[in-house]
């Protein structure tokens, strides 16, 4: 019986084996058109932002760092710049601060407030931005007229949207790490609540903050339309200064490119940042199981 086995099998993983090269390097090829589909536009950005002269060429006729130079010299555009990492960071870390204590206490000591923190998390997703934005300006022209126009309610919106993104990170990696698990153990050895969750808890979960805390900084960065119907060019961010850039009649189009490529440059880092992470949380997760065991 086993000789027929082994004859039968034998074929099959013949084909198998043959097929193999064909899906390795359809897969290869895949691979590099999604990386130019994404990359092309980044660098042509870029050939754009460092051109003398581009007309009638496939690329440029000439290279300089002049635009770059202009660009950094001028004081509206490094005051954008940091003001809009600024919040960003801003809000990363409010996020985490609010959401990682109140998934750690759902998750540890009261599970019934879950379907309401998951409702909260889910308003971001079903409801446009421009909505949101509009409901802030309505609650806040009834109750605190004082906040509209100020960068206080930018600050509080981009918190309540990003919101979404730091819990379902950190939640994720509470669940691989099994943190309920984990916060039994460490009182069982004696350990305090705060020492359990500072010394046993958090490194646990250090991939999941990361993560959310860098969802939280890019969701900030990328917004323009709470920054636009909230505040307006009081509080100008990247976004809005690219938009104005492109409705202004005499703007400086090797400038834009410049805040351009900086804006592909940071969504990219921030993007292989999270996906960096997120398999440390995996692999902190597949640990974390076993331990939980023993």
Known sequence: ???????????????????????????????????????LPMFAVFLYSVATRWTSNVLPDGYTLDHWLAAFADARFTTVLARSIGLAVAVAVADVLLVAPAVYWQRVRNKAIRPVIETLAAIPFAMPLVVIAFGLLN??????????????????????????????????AMAAARVEALSEAARTCGA?????????VLPN??????????????????????????????????????????????????????MTAINFAVTLILSVAVVYFNRGGATSGAIGGPRAKS
């Not at 198998?16 to 691979?31: H, I, K, Y």
């Not at 609650?139 to 730091?166: D, E, K, M, N, R």
């Not at 979960?205 to 900030?220: D, E, N, Q, R, Y």
């Open 192 to 200: 305090g609540p705060i020492a359990a969750l500072l010394r046993v």
């Open 1 to 39: 019986m086993a000789v027929m086995t082994d004859a039968v099998s034998l074929p099959a993983a013949a084909a198998r084996a043959r097929r193999l090269p064909f899906a390795r390097w359809s897969g290869v090829a895949l691979l590099w058109l999604a990386a130019g589909y994404v990359l």
């Open 139 to 172: 609650v806040t022209g009834t109750f605190a007229p004082a906040l509209q126009g100020t960068v206080a309610i930018v600050f509080a919106a981009h918190v309540a949207v990003a919101f979404s993104f730091v819990y379902w990170a950190i939640d994720g």
């Open 205 to 258: 979960i250090a991939p999941g903050i990361a993560s959310g805390a860098i969802l939280a900084f890019g969701v900030s960065f990328n917004e323009i339309a709470l920054v636009q119907v909230l505040v307006g060019s009081r509080f100008e961010t990247v976004q809005l200064y690219l938009l104005n850039m492109l409705k202004s009649t005499d703007a400086d189009f090797n400038i834009l490119a410049v």
